[in-house]
């Protein structure tokens, strides 16, 4: 993929300099400095929002809800190992809160625990689920939206809920009907 990058960089780049070869420094410049003030509005958002799993983890917040969901967990996943769960539903929460590179460790994490526990219908779960990308608030594109002047960049909360939620919703139902009905699946404790 960087060499793709790499590639399309170029060609515009020779492409600028036969067409315009007066233009391109300004552009050059003209596009650092966006690309400077974009990066820097993105990291105030993705600091804000990490503050804020980081307190709702050290009151206690996080586990609290990973209790409360933990019953609808072990019937998703198919699983009674509370460290892939734990792991499992702490990475939904991150992607809930749209934040980014927070579920990937610890979907790796869970993903591993499932597979190490012969569960592979856990670990697909929680993959569709993390690449669905439920979001209850987009930081990044209200952040995008925002950085470009938008009036009003909360317009598009509610649509990506919606959005998100009916693409989990048939991720989840796929993985249901396409699961292996010879493999062996764990069994639950009531």
């Not at 793709?4 to 050059?28: E, K």
């Not at 009905?181 to 764990?186: C, D, L, N």
């Amino acid at each position: 993929m960087n060499g793709v990058f790499a590639a399309m960089f170029l060609l515009s780049t020779l492409l600028f300099l036969i067409f315009d070869p007066q233009g391109f420094l300004p552009a050059l410049a003209s596009g650092g400095e966006k690309a400077v003030s974009l990066s820097l509005s993105l990291a105030a958002a993705y600091c804000v929002w990490m503050g804020f799993f980081g307190v709702m983890e050290q009151s206690g917040l996080t586990r609290f809800l990973a209790r409360a969901v933990r019953p609808a967990a072990r019937r998703l996943f198919r699983s009674d190992d509370e460290q892939a769960l734990s792991a499992a539903c702490c990475a939904i929460s991150a992607n809930l809160l749209s934040l980014p590179g927070a579920p990937t460790p610890l979907g790796i994490e869970a993903s591993r625990r499932f597979l190490a526990n012969r569960n592979a219908f856990g670990a697909d779960m929680l993959f569709v689920l993390h690449t669905s990308g439920v979001q209850l608030y987009s930081t990044t594109a209200l952040s995008l939206r925002l950085a470009a002047g938008s009036s009003s960049p909360a317009d598009i909360v509610l649509p990506i809920l919606l959005s998100t939620l009916a693409s989990a919703a048939l991720a989840v139902l796929l993985v249901f009907i396409t699961a292996p009905r010879t493999a062996a699946r764990p069994r639950l404790r009531r």
